[in-house]
Structures are given as C-alpha cells and as structure tokens.
C-alpha cells in the first residue's frame, strides 16, 4: 500500500489550504483514513479520522476549522484547512491500518506564518 500525500505550503494565519493522500490500494473503500501531524519537537498526533463509510471525527484544537472527506473513486482522502493558525504548522501524514499494519504518506509540511 502506497500514500502519497500532497498539498501543503506556506500560508498566512487565517488562511486555507486542502490537502490531498491518493491510496494505491484497490481496497481503499473498506478501510478508515486518519490524517495525523508532527509539529517540531513534538509527537504525532491524531488530527482527523474517517471511516470506511464517511463517519468523521476530528480532535477537539482543529473542531470547527478542518474537516477530513474522501471519494472513493479517486481512492483519496482529503484535510481541508480553514482559519489556519501558526500552531498548525506541521508536517501532515495520512494513514491507514490494514490487518493491524499501519501505513503512512511521506508527509506534507504546512507551514502558517504569523
């Protein structure tokens, strides 16, 4: 399984970024998406989880602000960031868990500047 992430940059506080994970999996549909970030020096963590039949879940510092969605035709899952704030920056990962194996994208950093 392959995820390739893309779609972050730079933007200013306040601004608005989506960011794209393509699965080359053709079970991409059966399975949940979560899309997790690490800020420098910190852990990752948890931002934003789907399910395999669109329920979301996203964590109470970016609830209101990003909203996780994916179309299973394009086999993609995307994280689209509004009202962005300098502590977002991170880089972004997606994920999923396949028989209790995680795979991860190679990452996208946003970067929000003040």
């Known amino acids: 399984v392959q995820l390739q992430a893309s779609g972050g940059g730079l933007v200013q506080a306040g601004g608005s970024l989506r960011l794209s994970c393509a699965a080359s999996t053709s079970i991409f549909s059966t399975y949940g998406m979560a899309w997790y970030r690490q800020a420098p020096g910190k852990e990752r963590e948890l931002v934003a989880r789907i399910s395999s039949v669109g329920g979301t879940d996203v964590v109470d510092s970016v609830k209101g602000r990003f909203t996780i969605s994916r179309d299973n035709a394009k086999k993609t899952v995307y994280l689209q960031m509004y009202s962005l704030k300098p502590e977002d920056t991170a880089v972004y990962y997606c994920?999923?868990?396949?028989?209790?194996?995680?795979?991860w994208g190679q990452g996208t950093l946003v970067t929000v500047s003040s």
């Open positions: 994920n999923v868990r396949i028989r209790q194996i995680n795979y």
